[in-house]
């Protein structure tokens, strides 16, 4: 099992970090900084997440950002036109203190911003250096499809775990095209009632198991767990040395 995944032009581990709740103080700067210590190479934030203070949080704890990292960002939440995506997109850009973001992920996709108009704006962003990479979050396969038809993707990030399976058919799409597939809420879910004894067995913790099956499901799969402590971000990136049998893959869920 591959422990990496290229985004774009950049190699990253396949485990990353959620920020959904990391808000500005002195001890979440130094978990930031402490995390990239230990071996964390990507982090995903968005324009809404606690009202700005998680990318202003990164932004500070971190920038410059080392080649190694990777922040990814999202904007396009609220239902907006154009003009909303690109004010979203400026105020990332001054919150995490960047001139450029590697990857930048349309958040939502809306009646009033068809994903064929908002790719074309985030295009234009890309063309002019301010981001690398394009993504799309919470979308469908033809929506990704749609996003293809006018920009490359780099990324889809959509909710996704072992209790979680209605995006199945996006995850084989992605895997099929060559496209990463980031799950958000990956540790949502309780599991199957196999959990707890595979996780006895590789003397692992049930959230260890959750990851590993999501590693093994696909080899462009790179979920991205929220967590504000650096046992349990650790914890995380060690799921990355957890091998499944094909007959435990098969008791969690299989493919």
């Not at 485990?15 to 190479?41: E, K, M, P, Q, W």
């Not at 920038?63 to 904007?75: H, Y």
């Not at 990851?211 to 767990?225: G, N, T």
Request: glycine share 10%; net charge negative.
């Amino acid at each position: 099992m591959g422990r990496t995944v290229r985004i774009g032009d950049s190699e990253v581990t396949r485990i990353g970090l959620g920020t959904n709740r990391l808000r500005s103080s002195r001890a979440n700067r130094s978990f930031l900084t402490d995390a990239v210590a230990v071996g964390l190479r990507f982090i995903d934030t968005a324009h809404v997440y606690t009202h700005g203070k998680s990318e202003r949080t990164i932004g500070r704890a971190l920038a410059p950002f080392a080649d190694a990292l990777v922040v990814a960002t999202k904007g396009g939440y609220q239902a907006g036109g154009a003009g909303e995506l690109r004010a979203d997109l400026e105020q990332s850009l001054e919150r995490l203190g960047v001139d450029s973001i590697h990857l930048y992920y349309l958040h939502r996709v809306h009646p009033s911003l068809p994903v064929e108009e908002a790719m074309t704006v985030l295009g234009e962003y890309r063309d002019g250096g301010r981001i690398r990479h394009i993504g799309v979050s919470a979308v469908t396969v033809e929506q990704v499809e749609a996003a293809r038809a006018v920009v490359e993707i780099a990324a889809v990030q959509n909710a996704y775990n072992l209790g979680r399976r209605e995006h199945d058919d996006v995850v084989d799409y992605c895997d099929r095209e060559g496209i990463v597939f980031v799950p958000y809420y990956p540790l949502r879910d309780d599991g199957p009632p196999a959990l707890p004894e595979i996780a006895a067995r590789h003397d692992a913790t049930p959230n260890q198991i959750k990851l590993a099956w999501l590693l093994r499901r696909s080899p462009l799969i790179a979920p991205i767990p929220g967590t504000l402590s650096l046992e349990h971000l650790t914890e995380n990136l060690a799921s990355l040395e957890i091998e499944l049998s094909d007959d435990e893959f098969e008791e969690l869920g299989g493919s």
